[in-house]
């Protein structure tokens, strides 16, 4: 069983620094296997938020921790117009991580990460043929028996958002990029930018997705909350390629607590989801978009 941490949305510079220390501690507390941070480190992409974010990472490395990370849309210049058409990620390639892609695989997962993060887009993401190239070969070679895991700052899918029917517009080369994620055999799609805590199965979400199970997580540390949603992160219990555990962890003003648990498991390719009675989580921490199956 691989046992992952996912969270998003940071927002370094939008942050609070209680919730921040909180979340440092519960991950050095509980050492997952890896720990995967979907995109926006920061709030306006500036140097004194990527430095904080570094600082925050290195003491995860320093703890032991393996990390996963990603850039979102936050980490490209909104204002600067000459970085942002320029050198976009140039800060978030100094401070974080030089590798846009980066690849983990053990025994058990193996798991892409791929940049959306786009200049000429302000929110919105894509994602380019040469990484649907990627995606394919890097899983070409995983062995059959793997839990294969993509990790996107935008999910590749039109997502609820709000409380109504309304929903986001997709990354963009969507087709392709839901076509070229089926082709490698994905199991399990994790995304954040949203700020919400959701799953569904991909093949509920659009024609022709393959089997993957898509995951979102919320805002682990920032203090920009949409539909009232408190501060969350996901922690995934994943046995087999069929069968994944997901409980979100939820800050509760003091502490982060265990709240909503949810076992999934395949069957017939579809995902079928089995809430578990869990005596430690905490009463009322349902999250306000509750994952489902």
Known sequence: MARIAHLSDIHFGAHDPKIVDAAEAWLQQHRPDLVVVSGDFTQRAKRDQFRQAAVWLNRLRAAGLKLLVIPGNHDVPLYNLVQRFGAPLRRYRRYISNDLCPFFENGEVAI???????????KDGRINHDQMRLLRDRFASVAPGKTRILVTHHPL??????????LSEAVGRHEDAVRAAAQAGI???????????????AQKMVAHAGGALVIQAGTATSTR??????????????????????????????????????????S??????????????????????????
């Open 157 to 166: 899918f039109a997502m609820p958002i709000g409380r109504g029917n309304e």
């Open 112 to 122: 892409l990460g791929l940049n959306t993060a786009r200049s000429l887009t302000i």
């Open 187 to 201: 199991h399990i799609a994790l995304a954040g930018h949203f700020h919400r805590t959701y799953a569904e199965a």
């Open 225 to 266: 909350l949409r539909n009232a949603e408190p501060q969350s992160f996901n922690w995934l219990h994943v046995h087999r390629h069929d069968a994944v555990e997901l409980q979100v962890v939820v800050w509760d003003g003091a502490s982060f607590q265990r709240g909503h648990h949810v076992a999934y498991s395949q």
């Open 268 to 293: 017939d390719g579809e995902w079928i989801g089995q809430e578990i009675a869990d005596p430690l989580a905490q009463p009322g921490m349902r999250v306000a978009a509750k994952a489902r199956a």
